[in-house]
C-alpha cells in the first residue's frame, strides 16, 4: 500500500463547477497535511496545509479526517488558470523533520 | 517568500558523464534540504535529506555513491549524479527548510535531466 495515495484522474470539469479531490494516508503518526499544486514540469507550491478544524482559503476547502486517515480539498467556482496536478502531501512521521511524503498527485482540467 | 534557487534547469548530457546540480537557498539559512526525483506521471520520490556539514541520509533504495551530495553551508546544497545512464533521466527538484516549526518547504525550481 502506498503511503499516501490519491487518484490520478484526470478530473475534467467545466469552469464554474465545484471539484473534490480526497486522499488516504497509511502513517496514523503523521502530523502534518498539506496541498500542493503542481504545474506541469515545475516545482510544487505550497496551496494550503490542512488542520483538524478545516479551513478555507477563497475557493479551496480543506479536511483533515484522523480516524479515517483521510484528507480532502474542495475547490469551487472552478477556473480555466486551477488546471494543475493537485499534491497531497503528508510528513514521515510524528516528529517535525520537515520529511514530507508526496501522493501521486491529482490532475485537473478545467474546461471553458 | 523564501526563494530557493536550482540550477540548471535542463541537463542534457551524454552516458557515463556527471551531472551537477546546484540548489541555493536565496533569502535564508536553509539548515536542511532534500533531494526529490519525479518520474513522468508519478509522485516525488524523496532521495535523500542532507543537513549542513554532515553527511546526507539516502532512502531506501538510492545509491548513494551514484548521487553524492554535498551541503557545504547553509545556503548551498549539490547533487551530482555520476556516471549518469539514460534510466537516470528524470525531474531533479531540491528543497529547503528553516526552523520555521511548520514544516513547510521552499522548492528550487527543478532540472529535467535527460541523458542520451
Known amino acids: 500500500r502506498k503511503e499516501v495515495e490519491q487518484d490520478p484522474g484526470p478530473f475534467n470539469v467545466p469552469e464554474g463547477a465545484t471539484v473534490a479531490f480526497n486522499c488516504t494516508y497509511s502513517n496514523s503518526a503523521s502530523q502534518s497535511f498539506f496541498w500542493y499544486r503542481q504545474d506541469c514540469r515545475k516545482e510544487p507550491k505550497l496551496l494550503m496545509s490542512?488542520?483538524?478544524s478545516g479551513n478555507e482559503d477563497g475557493r479551496f476547502t480543506a479536511q483533515l479526517n484522523r480516524a479515517s486517515q483521510y484528507i480532502s480539498l474542495l475547490i469551487r467556482d472552478s477556473k480555466l488558470s486551477d488546471s494543475a496536478t493537485y499534491l497531497c502531501?503528508?510528513?514521515?512521521?510524528?516528529?517535525?523533520?520537515?520529511?514530507?511524503?508526496f501522493g501521486q498527485g491529482t490532475t485537473l482540467q478545467v474546461k471553458p | 517568500g523564501a526563494v530557493v534557487s536550482q540550477h540548471p534547469s535542463r541537463v542534457i548530457c551524454k552516458s557515463g558523464t556527471s551531472v551537477k546540480i546546484e540548489c541555493r537557498s536565496l533569502?535564508?539559512?536553509?539548515?536542511?534540504m532534500f533531494w526529490y526525483r519525479q518520474f513522468p506521471k508519478q509522485s516525488l520520490m524523496l532521495m535523500a535529506t542532507?543537513?549542513?556539514?554532515?553527511?546526507?541520509?539516502?532512502e531506501q533504495g538510492v545509491e548513494k555513491d551514484k548521487f553524492l551530495i554535498n551541503h557545504a553551508s547553509l545556503t548551498l546544497s549539490t547533487l551530482t549524479v555520476t556516471s549518469a545512464h539514460p534510466e537516470d533521466s528524470s525531474f531533479y527538484i531540491c528543497?529547503?527548510?528553516?526552523?520555521?516549526?511548520?514544516?513547510?518547504?521552499?522548492f528550487g525550481s527543478g532540472t529535467q535531466l535527460s541523458v542520451l
Open positions: 490542512v488542520y483538524s
Open positions: 533569502d535564508f539559512q536553509a539548515t536542511t
Open positions: 528543497s529547503a527548510s528553516w526552523d520555521s516549526g511548520d514544516e513547510k518547504l521552499f
Open positions: 542532507s543537513n549542513e556539514g554532515s553527511k546526507a541520509t539516502y
Open positions: 502531501v503528508v510528513n514521515g512521521g510524528s516528529s517535525n523533520t520537515g520529511k514530507l511524503i
